[in-house]
């Protein structure tokens, strides 16, 4: 089987384009009116909305940026790691970057911070961890303030048998059966899968389902929750989960829950620092 992921001794170095400076950045933005981060040729993307503004402060030979994780249509993100080359010659400082791109972004995106980046430093390729959270409103009734960010779910979940189901998905596994037309080998390992308290709400609670590792499959942090769900309503056994996982195949799994409930939360960068 292939090793996955590399050992940090054995991965490559990466460095800016001769006469470009790398900046390292942390973003947030509403995923609701995006196709996603990555440029589309025929939808709006964070990644070409990013770039159109960087052009706008004086940055127009920089280079498209990149993220840590290429999100879905509609996910969102509180703090996505990020970096930008930029010309030598661009004289915006990494301490006004933040301000002077949100001046020309959309109000659904802002740039958090800015600084130079370390050296070999590259926001996708050298990220040892990410992180998302979903989110599902476990109440009657609907609500409108979080009618975009979490999943409204009328019933009542079992969190406890919940928790048992995601014990059996973390580690390192084939998760074949919660990918969505992957092409890649699909061995990853999961870090943390788990289903914690978040805000009360009248008549109910937001719960959140928070899981973490080096990288995940197409659609997979979805399909994980969908199976999750169907256990937490009782339409699917807990012990049925260890099951699913290896017999590798999509249909025995839960469907994918829509994307607005999920955010990407944060990245972690051995040996560069924590993302924020």
Known sequence: MERY???????????????????????????????????????????ETLHAACARVGGEGAARPVAAGRTDAGVHAEAMPAHLDVPLSFRIPPGRLPRALNAHLPPTVAVLSASPAPTGFHARFSCTERRYTYRLLASPQRHPLWGGRALHVPGPLDVEAMNRAASHLIGTHDFAAFATREDRQTVREVRALSVRPGPPVVGGRVWEVEVSGESFLRQMVRGLVGTLLLVGQGKLGEEVVAGILAGRRRADAGANVPAHGLTFTGASYAGFGEGE
Do not use: H, K
């Not at 509403?30 to 040729?41: E, K, L």
């Open 5 to 47: 992921p590399a050992p940090m001794s054995e991965r490559p170095v990466f460095s800016p384009p001769p006469g470009f400076a790398r900046l390292r950045l942390t973003l947030a933005w509403d995923g609701s009116g995006f196709a996603g981060w990555q440029a589309q040729s025929n939808a709006p993307s964070v990644q």
